[in-house]
């Protein structure tokens, strides 16, 4: 979801609490806090010597331990207005995709793509989901687009990409 396409979601959702969903049914405590929103401009390199370039915006999440008794969800209306000072002092890039940023004493702590949402009753779910890697030479290096992941080997050794 672009940067763009989660502000709107908000704008139209103000009057709902919002939650993170960050492992198929496991939620960001009520006691969270969106702690540091990061601008970030990828330039790498593949293996297959390609170049990309990209920008992403990252929204952290932290769960106060002082809040811990916390029941009540951040509404949807004080997240925007958080993300709207935030834009006033670091302008976000709009077509930018969107990452959240998330871990506690039990998930590794991970960017996380919002993978879709849902609205029930007075509450936007946002589904999170981790994006695994991938080999972006693979035609480069010949290997098959549908390979069984598992025995998956990005560049063999003498493949000729790395």
Request: glycine content about 6%; hydrophobic content about 35%.
């Amino acid at each position: 979801m672009k940067t763009k396409e989660f502000l709107s979601l908000l704008r139209t959702n103000g009057n709902k609490e919002l939650l993170f969903d960050y492992d198929r049914g496991s939620l960001v405590g009520a006691n969270y806090h969106l702690t540091e929103v990061k601008n970030i401009t990828v330039d790498s390199a593949d293996c297959g010597t390609r170049t990309d370039f990209w920008k992403e915006t990252i929204i952290q999440l932290w769960e106060s331990p002082a809040e811990l008794d916390k029941t009540s969800y951040m509404s949807v209306s004080k997240a925007l207005q958080i993300l709207i000072k935030v834009n006033e002092i670091k302008p976000m890039e709009l077509e930018a995709e969107l990452k959240i940023e998330y871990g506690n004493a039990n998930f590794h702590t991970a960017q996380l793509f919002i993978d879709e949402y849902e609205i029930i009753e007075d509450q936007l779910l946002i589904k999170l989901a981790v994006e695994k890697t991938d080999c972006k030479a693979r035609e480069e290096c010949g290997i098959p687009v549908e390979v069984n992941t598992e025995k998956e080997v990005c560049c063999p050794p003498g493949g000729g990409c790395c």
